[in-house]
């Protein structure tokens, strides 16, 4: 079934660590994005790609990191998760193409907790 | 760049009754604006869209209307019904194809 990935879906860890957000889609999108949310509260856009090889900043300064070496997979990094990192990272992606936006479709999410 | 307000951020209503959410946007280029509901714990869903090239959509007992020149847009549910209660999002375009997000409004429908 067509659907967006990510894993971990939770993930505690401790100040320093270094980690690995994934997140894969099987839609046959171009276009991925990683947004970061507080429980209810307002979505933040942090990256974001048009295809392989293209990564941009969002509107939210993030310390994350991200790539796209493939098209159905676009990883976020932390070199070195710090409490303020506490939140929920959702992926999401949509089709590429030109004239207004098409429908942006979420993935489950990853719940990052840093002690 | 783009700035959405979303109003109200709470919203409780009686089962049946009807509930509207708007919005207004800052960037007059903005050209899509979809509604996303988000059920605590999971993943935002889009309910119902509209471009900037109709006024009004309508799929069951949700709605959106766009007004271009006052540059806002809203969401009315009818016959609200206790599974509506969720925390909905809209969202207007900003650049290519990028979204930005109202801050959400938490709606409570109760039996």
């Known amino acids: 079934e067509a659907d967006i990935y990510q894993t971990p879906r939770y993930l505690v860890i401790g100040t320093g660590k270094k980690i690995t957000l994934e997140c894969s889609q099987t839609?046959?999108?171009?276009?991925m994005y990683w947004y970061q949310q507080d429980p209810g509260m307002e979505l933040h856009l942090i990256h974001y790609?048009?295809?392989?090889?293209?990564?941009e900043k969002g509107d939210l300064s993030s310390e994350s990191t991200v790539s796209r070496i493939r098209t159905e997979h676009f990883p976020l990094t932390l070199e070195s998760a710090r409490p303020s990192h506490t939140s929920q990272y959702l992926c999401?992606?949509?089709?590429?193409?030109?004239?207004?936006?098409?429908?942006?479709?979420f993935g489950p999410g990853t719940r990052l907790t840093v002690l | 760049g783009e700035n959405v307000e979303q109003h109200p951020s709470t919203l409780s209503v009686q089962e049946g009754d009807s509930a509207v959410i708007k919005c207004t946007y800052s960037?007059?280029?903005?050209?899509?604006f979809p509604w996303y509901k988000q059920e605590l714990g999971k993943r935002p869903q889009l309910i119902i869209d509209?471009?900037?090239?109709?006024g009004e959509k309508k799929d069951q007992r949700i709605a959106v209307t766009l007004n271009k020149t006052a540059k806002h847009f809203s969401l009315h549910i009818t016959e609200t019904q206790p599974e509506d209660s969720a925390v909905y999002f809209c969202?207007?375009?900003?650049?290519?194809?990028?979204?930005?997000f109202g801050t959400g409004t938490r709606l409570l429908v109760s039996p």
């Open positions: 999401a992606s949509s089709e590429k193409r030109q004239g207004p936006t098409d429908t942006q479709y």
């Open positions: 839609m046959g999108h171009d276009k």
């Open positions: 509209i471009r900037s090239n109709v």
């Open positions: 790609s048009y295809g392989v090889n293209s990564t």
């Open positions: 960037d007059s280029a903005s050209n899509y």
């Open positions: 969202a207007a375009t900003s650049g290519f194809q990028k979204l930005v």
